[in-house]
């Protein structure tokens, strides 16, 4: 594996965790939102990831696998109904039905979602490094 896949492979990681991050802050965002466009209140969002081939011309014997994103699913699971007659969505029996997000839930994937963005920067970082001091090995 060249160095130029390495980095390949942390920035797919590090655009995976991005979008991992933007669905978090927007289950947080949604938390308390009883009414969508969509109507209904707001569903939770998960990201799907999946694998794919870093395709490295030099070699065909070695493989590795860049991170991508496969699909953001909404998860209707878990809605919460409430008794609050008061409430402007309410149905006739009063029922309020809010959103599937737990806090605590998305604050810890909000923690592992940043620290694998982290890691993928080290790595990026490393990997630019190395680079950097081949390039000075091969001037002297």
Not at 78 to 82: C, F, I, M, Q
Not at 84 to 87: F, T
Not at 121 to 129: D, P, S
């Given at each position: 594996m060249n160095i130029f896949t390495t980095m390949e492979i942390s920035a797919s990681g590090l655009t995976a965790q991005r979008q991992r991050?933007?669905?978090?802050?927007?289950n947080l965002a949604n938390a308390h939102t009883t009414r969508t466009p969509r109507g209904g209140p707001y569903l939770r969002k998960h990201v799907v990831l999946e694998t794919r081939p870093a395709v490295?011309?030099?070699s065909f014997l070695e493989t590795a696998d860049k991170?991508?994103?496969a699909d953001i699913v909404e998860s209707r699971e878990?809605?919460?109904?409430?008794y609050?007659?008061?409430?402007p969505d309410a149905d006739e029996q009063g029922m309020v039905l809010w959103p599937n997000v737990n806090p605590v839930v998305e604050m810890v994937s909000l923690t592992l979602a940043s620290r694998g963005f982290e890691a993928n920067?080290?790595?990026?970082?490393?990997?630019?490094?190395m680079a950097l001091k081949a390039l000075e090995i091969g001037r002297g």
């Open positions: 991050l933007n669905v978090i802050a927007e490295e011309f030099a991170v991508a994103v878990g809605l919460r109904p409430e609050d007659p008061n409430h920067v080290a790595v990026f970082q490393a990997a630019r490094a």
